[in-house]
């Protein structure tokens, strides 16, 4: 089966090097050039789960907490999209129930991968990670804080200014 490259990508960064914030970038811009005003699609729940495993990982557990829940409704909501995509989609709900468990027992962060069913999905996001230079489904790097703390790394001085023009602009 054909699938979008923001989505293999999207599967590529949680399975190969673990930047869920680069998971949510790819797949939310996919999503607002799809179909932006869905937002109860089985996208918006994959960007769900990446950005629970950010917060998790950083050791925002309320953060983490909150956004599991919504991405395990979401995910009930949309199996048979989920499907079609090739994830076994109550296994990760029932993946993202046991990490939310986890959460409120004060359990670390431990990574885990999204249950595919497709062996040719596997077989395309394998080959992207090895373009990549990343492992397969292996762990977290914790002391990578390049990927751990990535959003409050990043350059923002482009969103900051889009923000003053808009700003501008409305007030005339």
């Given at each position: 089966m054909a699938?979008?490259?923001?989505?293999?990508?999207?599967?590529?960064?949680?399975?190969?090097?673990?930047d869920y914030f680069e998971c949510h970038e790819v797949l939310e811009e996919y999503w607002k050039e799809t179909d932006p005003k869905n937002r109860s699609?089985?996208?918006?729940?994959?960007?769900?789960?990446?950005?629970g495993f950010y917060h998790y990982r950083r050791e925002n557990k309320s953060g983490a907490s909150r956004t599991f829940t919504k991405a395990i409704r979401n995910i009930q909501m949309n199996q048979e999209a989920?499907?079609?995509?090739?994830?076994?989609?109550?296994?990760?709900?029932?993946?993202?129930?046991?990490?939310?468990?986890?959460l409120s027992q004060n359990?670390?962060?431990?990574?885990?991968?999204?249950?595919?069913a497709d062996a040719s999905l596997v077989t395309q996001v394998q080959t992207l990670c090895n373009k990549n230079g990343f492992t397969w489904c292996s762990p977290s790097?914790?002391?990578?804080?390049?990927?751990?703390?990535?959003?409050?790394?990043?350059?923002?001085?482009?969103?900051?200014?889009?923000?003053?023009?808009?700003?501008?602009?409305?007030?005339?």
């Open positions: 699938y979008p490259q923001a989505y293999l990508e999207f599967l590529m960064y949680f399975h190969g090097n673990r699609s089985h996208w918006v729940g994959l960007i769900q789960v990446a950005v989920l499907a079609n995509l090739g994830i076994q989609a109550k296994k990760l709900q029932d993946k993202l129930i046991d990490i939310t468990n986890e359990r670390p962060y431990r990574s885990i991968n999204i249950p595919l790097d914790l002391t990578n804080s390049a990927i751990v703390h990535r959003h409050s790394l990043r350059d923002r001085s482009d969103i900051i200014l889009e923000r003053k023009n808009a700003l501008r602009k409305k007030r005339g």
